[in-house]
């Protein structure tokens, strides 16, 4: 054995390769903008070499994305079965900002490119977490303002972190520092703040 076998055994594979340039380019391109051959392209192999390892783009989309939303799902089971609910939402944000740190590609492509990519598999399963999460932080009592801090704690956090370097033409901040201010403000924005009273007014009915 060598000094450089722990190094060898440590490469990423190409289908790790192919991983990684695929979720950049459906985060960043979007996944209708992004062809096997662009993958292909960007990674330095063959579009023969990403079919051999992945049967189609939809293969791939699924391959990349699927473990940020197994971790969204083990997420919310331990959030719904937490003995103490506020105890339970808090630990919930905190893990939730890891997740948004860890998976901030796959999140952006499957919330903000969702609406698009209605019928693939994969996409699907995760807006149905996503209704899951938002009837678990909104009950029916949520008001429309708690229901838009949902939204904008979800969609804004994962395009920030996505978009960053662009939107700020630099760096954000350091590590630590992004993940202190993100926990703030995630938090201020999934407190309830007001709660829906009464019957909600049809919107067509005259005062």
């Known amino acids: 054995m060598t000094l450089d076998a722990?190094?060898?055994?440590?490469?990423?594979?190409t289908s790790d390769e192919l991983r990684a340039i695929a979720l950049e380019q459906f985060a960043s391109v979007g996944f209708a903008g992004t062809s096997l051959q662009q993958i292909a392209d960007a990674a330095g192999f063959s579009k023969s070499s990403v079919l051999y390892h992945f049967a189609s783009k939809e293969a791939l989309l699924q391959d990349v994305i699927t473990p940020a939303i197994d971790q969204l799902e083990v997420m919310l089971d331990r959030f719904a079965g937490a003995s103490d609910p506020a105890k339970g939402r808090a630990r919930f944000v905190d893990d939730f900002i890891d997740f948004l740190l860890r998976y901030r590609l796959e999140?952006?492509?499957?919330?903000?490119?969702?609406?698009?990519?209605?019928?693939?598999?994969?996409?699907?399963?995760?807006?149905?977490?996503?209704?899951?999460?938002?009837?678990t932080l909104c009950d029916e009592t949520?008001?429309?303002?708690?229901?838009?801090?949902?939204?904008?704690?979800?969609?804004?956090?994962?395009?920030?972190?996505?978009a960053g370097a662009t939107f700020f033409e630099d760096e954000i901040a350091p590590a630590d520092e992004i993940r202190t201010a993100l926990l703030t403000v995630v938090t201020e924005l999934l407190a309830p703040v007001t709660v829906a009273t009464g019957p909600r007014t049809d919107r067509n009915q005259k005062a």
Do not use: C, K, M, W
Request: hydrophobic share 40%.
């Open 6 to 13: 722990p190094h060898a055994a440590s490469r990423p594979t």
């Open 142 to 162: 949520a008001s429309t303002e708690d229901r838009l801090r949902l939204g904008i704690a979800l969609g804004g956090a994962a395009y920030t972190l996505v």
């Open 107 to 135: 999140v952006h492509t499957f919330i903000n490119q969702g609406q698009s990519l209605r019928g693939i598999p994969v996409i699907d399963r995760a807006g149905r977490l996503i209704v899951r999460l938002s009837e």
